[in-house]
Every structure is written in C-alpha cells, then in structure tokens.
C-alpha cells in the first residue's frame, strides 16, 4: 500500500526523503523524528518516524497536518583511520563479522544491516582505545544466521593468523543467533589455542538507547587485557543492567532467550567468569594461562552431519534418506536422551552403514543416560553413543570435526567421548 495522493503531495512538497529528520504537525501536536519507508501494513495515511528513544512510531495525517524537513542524511562511508599503536599496551584485534552489534539502521529500507567496517567498532567505544592497541578486519558482514560451515573455518585460519603475527588477542563481533554454534565450533579448530579469543555480541542494535553493544565490547577487550586465559569464550550481559558481564565457555553457551541483554548462559556450568562494571573479574574456575605458543589450526570439517530434535510422532519412514546419506547424526532426545522405541531399527541401520549416532537431550541441563530404561538400553544395542551433558548444537559441531580429523569411526567415536575443549564432564554440578 502506498501513501495517500494528499501525504504523498505534503512530502514531496517538503521535500522529505527517508533518512530525513522531519518535524510532524498533526492536531496541535509536534513530532520529531527520522523518516523510515512506508510498509505495505501501513496504512495510507500513515507517517512511520524513528523517535530519539529508538522506537519507530506511526502517525496519522490528515489534510490539515504539516511536514517540514530538520535535516537530511549524511551518506555512511567506510571508516578504516588507524590509531598509532601504544607502548606497553596489549594489541587486541577485532575481526568483525557482522550482526547486531556491528549493525546501522539502512533508512532507505528501513532494517538492520551490518556496518561497513570493522573499523566502525573500534571508533564506537573509543574507551577501548585507552587500555589496548586496536586493529580492525572485517572478514564477513552477514547476520549469523547465515554463518556456514566455510564461514567457520575462514573465521579460525583468521584467528590463528592474527595471533601467529603477533596479536596478544581476538575479539569477534559476532550476530547471537548462532553465535554458540560458531564458538563450539572454533573451539574444536583452535585446538589448545594460547590467547584469548572473544566472541562478543549484542541484543539491541547501536540505534537504540538500551544497546548493549559497546560494554558488551568493552568488557570483552578487559578480559582479553586483564584475564591471563587462554581459549575460546564468549561475553554477554550477565544481567538486565549494565554492572555486571559473564565470561561463558565457548562450547558450553546457549542463547536462552530471544531479546533479553542477559540472554547467554552457561549450561551445567557456572560462567569462567564475571566482570563487573568497573573491569574486576571474578573466576569460577581454573584454566589456561596466556602463553606465546604457535597457534595451529585444524580446519577440516564434514558437513555430511545432520542435528535432529525427537518429538512425539516421529516418524521413521520420513527420516530414513536423511539417516542413510549422513556419516553423523546427532539427536537430542528427550529426558535422558529417549527417542520412540520406533525409530531404534533405524539407528541400528544407520550405524551398520557406517554412520555415527550421538544422543543429547534436549532438556539441556543435567546428562544423558541411555542405561535407566530399556529403550536407552535398546538405542545403545543400535549403536548410538552418547556424549554426557554436551549441549547439541556442541555435539553438532564436535562430530563435524571429529569425522574430518579421524581416520576412521571407532577413532572418531572415541573423539566424541573425550572432552577436547571444556564442552562436556561426567558428573553433575549443582547449580
């Protein structure tokens, strides 16, 4: 639906393109706010305008209303100015890419897009400036819903990179979608990396007040300054203010909530760590300290994986291809890891083909066991194998590089069961 012929004639009297920054009267009353297009929802007589609280409001307009422009906007441009690096700080580099936090508002279309460097962080949260030496690559600018595989393995050879040139640590600005599947996956590749590498992200685009971009970003580098561990983690809010971040294992992170600033936990673990707004950090637990090795890099990755939630009704007959063209199945199961009695002849079959079965729960917290009732018992006669309290999309991203890094199942098989990178202990911890 487009605009009314009588708003379409006040805008293009005032000259008003989207991106504009208009001062709207309507009925006595005065908004103030930018132009964003007009959607097909919308109604005809409809103005959408983004108020300074971030928010987009609509507005009806009659014949009586009037329009006028405040200011125009001022086209966005790459910004990659380097700073002269600092005697005796740390050198942190940001590899950028893309999501929520490295985001702008597009007001030609009216969403959410990724910025158009990684520079344009490292300016965003110039405090950062004060206690490391920055450099900035951008090697995506996606949202992590469109991560891939290739993606993941650019994004460690990068890492490794940077750091075997001499960085003393990685921040990735990364969408928070998927952002546990890319730190599972990268913890796999690293390996016993010797630095820090941060994946960082944010709820809330830069555009708005609420944003949690830039302390998510700075917290982040005060852990990668001040917490002398080495690995993969990832720092997120740790509450709805802004006094208080955790530091989440890479492999034992989930998004648990779709909005909320606090939305990444750590599963059956307490956080590494918490950072409170002042920089202190205060560890849970033990770790690796910082050193200077080679970092080396185990990219492989078989993408002939699947990742499967068991619900009631499953049916078999509609998974058999998709068992028997995968050399890896994960299921998360439900409870202890149960799937209906009904589909174990297909596990059976798929590992007698050579595939390998591995079963999580999706219960997420607390660990698998296939040994209580019989059709565990029967799942582990098929076959499948199960990896403790391993989070699925970990177990997801485990079995890729186990069957890509193994010379055969058995090896692999032995892989899964081994913790390599935190992601996984056999007992449970009460939290």
């Known amino acids: 639906m487009s605009y009314a012929d009588f708003l379409s004639k006040k805008l293009a009297d005032a000259g008003a393109d989207e991106g504009c920054m208009l001062d709207v009267q309507v009925s006595g009353k005065t908004y103030h706010g930018v132009l964003m ?36 906007p001022v086209e966005r441009a790459k910004n990659e100015s380097v700073d002269e690096p600092k005697k005796g700080l740390k050198t942190i580099v940001l590899i950028g890419t893309g999501g929520t936090i490295a985001s702008y508002v597009d007001y030609r279309t009216g ?123 990832v720092v997120m809010h740790d509450g709805s203010g802004d006094d208080s971040f955790a530091v989440h294992c890479g492999a034992r992170v989930r998004k648990m909530h779709t909005s909320r600033r606090d939305a990444f936990k750590s599963i059956n673990v307490p956080p590494v760590a918490v950072i409170d707004k002042a920089g202190k950090i ?47 199945i994960v299921i998360s199961g439900s409870g202890l890891g149960h799937v209906n009695s009904n589909m174990v002849p297909l596990i059976k079959e798929a590992t007698d083909n050579g595939a390998i079965v591995v079963v999580t729960s999706q219960c997420l917290n607390g660990r698998t066991n296939l040994n209580v009732y019989a059709t565990g018992r029967d799942m582990l006669n098929a076959g499948a194998i199960t990896v403790q309290d391993m989070l699925p999309e970990t177990a997801y991203a485990k079995l890729m590089w186990a069957l890509a890094n193994t010379k055969s199942v058995e090896a692999a098989k032995e892989v899964m069961k081994t913790c390599l990178a935190d992601e996984m202990s056999d007992r449970r911890l009460m939290l």
Request: proline share 5%; charged share 20%.
């Open 282 to 328: 205060t560890f849970n637990c033990g770790g690796r300290p910082v050193t200077d090795d080679r970092v080396e890099v185990a990219s492989d990755m078989c993408q002939d994986v699947v990742l499967l939630q068991f619900y009631p009704g499953m049916d078999p007959v509609l998974f058999r291809d998709i068992f028997m063209k995968s050399r890896g």
């Open 111 to 233: 969403g959410v897009h990724p910025a158009l460097s990684a520079s344009d962080l490292v300016n965003a949260v110039p405090e950062i400036k004060e206690i490391a030496n920055l450099k900035a690559r951008a090697l995506f600018a996606i949202f992590s819903e469109n991560m891939t595989v290739p993606h993941w393995q650019e994004l460690a050879k990068a890492i490794a990179e940077e750091i075997n040139n001499g960085a003393d640590a990685v921040i990735i600005p990364h969408g928070t979608d998927t952002m546990g599947y890319t730190a599972a996956a990268v913890s796999f590749m690293l390996g016993d990396v010797s630095k820090p590498v941060v994946f960082v992200g944010a709820q809330r685009s830069s555009d708005r007040p609420s944003s949690d971009a830039s302390s998510n970003l700075m917290a982040a580098a005060r852990f990668c300054v001040n917490g002398n561990r080495a690995g993969v983690y």
């Open 37 to 72: 297009p007009h959607h097909e929802f919308s109604g005809e007589d409809i103005l959408i305008l983004k108020v300074k609280s971030g928010y987009n409001i609509g507005i009806r307009l009659d014949a009586e209303s009037q329009i006028s422009v405040v200011s125009r």
